[in-house]
Nanobody, 123 residues
């Protein structure tokens, strides 16, 4: 089992920046590919970003590419998501997830999920 706990969400104005983090415990963190997903009210959960086990390879959704950076610190068992130039359409609950399939953008590929953290971008 892997337990994931997100933190760092909040309210930010459009154009601002926000970072969220996800602390993992349980099994060896570096054995897992990590991803960030988001879900807005009435919408399906969608892929935001993913990072390989080593942290050397990163994947982004087109909607956030150039504005978002995913990183991980395997010594701290933590994955981060830094978001810049935020837009109201970025408003959602952001979830981190752990899985085994490198680069997967499908929620079904991820075994473990955090409880989510709310990010709200005001216009």
């Amino acid at each position: 089992q892997v337990q994931l706990v997100e933190s760092g969400g909040g309210l930010v104005q459009a154009g601002g920046s926000l970072s969220v983090s996800c602390a993992a415990s349980g099994r060896t963190f570096s054995n897992y590919v990590m991803g960030w997903f988001r879900q807005a009210p009435g919408k399906e959960r969608e892929f935001v970003a993913a990072i390989s086990r080593s942290g050397r390879v990163r994947y982004y959704a087109d909607s956030v590419k150039g504005r978002t950076a995913i990183s991980r610190d395997n010594a701290k068992n933590t994955v981060y998501l830094e978001m810049n130039s935020l837009k109201p359409e970025d408003t959602a609950v952001y979830y981190c997830a752990a899985g085994q399939t490198d680069g997967s953008r499908s929620p079904a590929s991820y075994e473990y999920w955090g409880q989510g953290t709310q990010v709200t971008v005001s216009s």
